[in-house]
């Protein structure tokens, strides 16, 4: 018979965008939380389209997400600095080179414990440090601790996100996910018969805008490249983007991953 002791399912949403997003998660996780053992969502967007309010970041916690990633917004809202340090659910990308909060973490779980990375990619995004050397200091700092790695790897391209993929697979990697362009990805596998992967999660936000955004400000900013405020999109229909991992506890090796695609009026 199958030990579902050493079995942890891990729920990870993709990039939460705006009030419209929030909702969503909150009634997913009204009706599904109890089917997991941990919950991770990417909140560089969770607020107003850009960064993470101190209000929000309690807001969403109080909905049982038990970490929370990011990417290149996290800093779009100025109080960030204020708590950063203080939330201890909340990764920013380790890969910034002098930045507050912390870059991993590892949490204590009914199943035991799992490790959490956030990283940025290089390719067509701002110059980072080498998201290379940041992880694999962080996966052998978590291998001392437990089996279970998880990565939220926040980049562009999809070339990139799959040859990390591969290299932090042969170092002892559970899971790999791509987060940042919105986009759910239909290739969910695992590598190695080990990591469980997906280029892009997608993201939680309304369904009807441009990756969550208002299309009347998208256009504009399209048409003319010029400087302007984006409104998050706001028609009633939402998805929920995300994806169940369930990994082996005792030897950290992922077992299963299913994409979760969701749409439904609030």
């Known amino acids: 018979m199958e ?9 990870f949403f993709g990039d939460i965008a ?3 997003g929030r909702l969503a998660v909150k009634n997913f996780l009204t009706e599904y939380s109890n089917n997991f053992d941990f919950i991770i969502a990417n909140v560089e967007n969770a607020s107003h389209g850009f960064g993470l309010t101190e209000k929000n970041y309690y807001e969403l916690s109080e909905y049982g ?11 779009d809202k100025k109080d960030v600095f204020e ?8 990764i920013r990308p380790a890969n910034y080179p002098d930045a507050p909060g912390v870059g991993y973490k590892v949490f204590e779980t009914s199943k035991g414990k799992i490790g959490v990375i956030n990283v940025l990619g290089r ?13 694999e200091e962080y996966i052998k700092k978590i291998q001392k601790e437990t089996n279970v790695i998880f990565i939220d790897f926040h980049a ?17 990697l559970s899971v790999f996910v791509g987060t940042h362009t919105h986009v ?8 190695n018969n080990r990591t469980a992967y997906i280029s892009d999660v997608g993201f939680c936000g309304d369904s009807e805008g441009i990756i969550g955004m208002d299309y009347e400000s998208s256009l504009k900013h399209t048409f003319t490249m010029l400087p302007s405020r984006f ?23 992922a077992e299963d991953i299913k994409r979760i695609n969701v749409i439904k009026e609030l």
């Open 231 to 253: 409104e998050v999109a706001s028609s009633g229909k939402v998805c929920i983007n995300g994806v169940a991992v369930t990994v082996n506890t005792m030897n950290g090796y």
């Open 3 to 11: 030990n579902i002791q050493n079995k942890i399912k891990i729920l």
């Open 123 to 135: 390719h067509f995004m701002p110059v980072f440090d080498s998201p290379r050397y940041v992880a």
């Open 184 to 191: 759910q990805t239909a290739d969910e596998k695992i590598i």
């Open 83 to 90: 708590y950063i340090n203080k939330a201890d659910k909340l």
């Open 65 to 75: 997400i038990d970490c929370m990633t990011s990417g290149n917004h996290i800093w």
């Open 156 to 172: 562009e391209a999809t070339a990139e996100k799959m040859c990390y993929a591969r290299y932090f697979s042969d170092l002892g």
């Open 18 to 20: 705006g009030k419209p």
